[in-house]
């Protein structure tokens, strides 16, 4: 009787561990395949700054094209024209109290074009737990990190000579899919700009963007 106990005991045992090892290996392989998509489409954006020139929330327009680099990692390039505020004129002035003269700022702003080239490497973290868990994937939904780079144009006006700028920063945000065609995209932004002699310090900012997208 002991032995027919201790023989099913070890028949169960080899059985559930098979069993068991079956499960892992077909849950690692149903995970190993599971993969953003490539997708490309029109944006419009705009960005919010500390700095008070930025509070004018500058908007864009532009193509994308992301790119699939591995299962959760991609590669944006775009392109897009940017309305901004540039300087239409700047005069200085003086005021006198008990105290003496004073020089005083008078700059007058206008509405101008800049143009930018970006590339963004991504990683989407959260894409395979969101799939697994039956959470929205369209268009890649879910938290990602990346670091955009973009060269631009100084503000196209007649006061302003044409020169490129550099900006790079860490990036912290969410992709939500509304339909297989339309997303939003806030981001939280830490950021350095140059053009290509002084380097800006660094600034967060906030943007957001949003497209519709066509394979």
């Not at 500390?50 to 004018?56: F, M, R």
């Not at 920063?169 to 981001?187: C, D, K, L, V």
Request: proline fraction near 3%; charge should be positive; aromatic fraction near 16%.
């Amino acid at each position: 009787m002991n032995k027919h106990l201790i023989l099913f005991f070890l028949l169960f045992a080899v059985v559930f561990n098979t069993s068991a090892q079956k499960q892992v290996y077909f849950a690692d392989k149903v995970r190993d395949s599971i993969s953003i998509s490539a997708i490309q489409g029109i944006q419009i954006g705009a960005t919010l700054s500390s700095s008070y020139d930025d509070l004018n929330v500058p908007a864009s327009i532009g193509y994308f094209n992301e790119f699939k680099l591995g299962s959760t990692t991609s590669l944006i390039l775009s392109g897009n024209i940017s309305l901004v505020k540039a300087v239409k004129s700047f005069t200085i002035s003086y005021i006198t109290n008990d105290y003496g003269y004073y020089p005083v700022s008078n700059i007058v702003y206008e509405r101008a074009i800049s143009l930018g080239i970006k590339a963004e490497p991504r990683w989407y973290f959260s894409y395979k737990n969101r799939y697994l868990k039956g959470n929205n994937i369209k268009l890649n939904s879910g938290f990602f990190l990346s670091l955009p780079s973009e060269i631009y144009t100084s503000p196209l006006t007649k006061i302003y000579l044409f020169r490129l700028n550099l900006s790079t920063a860490a990036s912290f945000g969410y992709r939500y899919a509304f339909t297989n065609n339309f997303f939003i995209e806030p981001a939280a932004n830490l950021g350095i700009g140059s053009d290509f002699i002084n380097v800006s310090s660094l600034t967060p900012y906030l943007s957001l963007k949003a497209a519709y997208t066509f394979k």
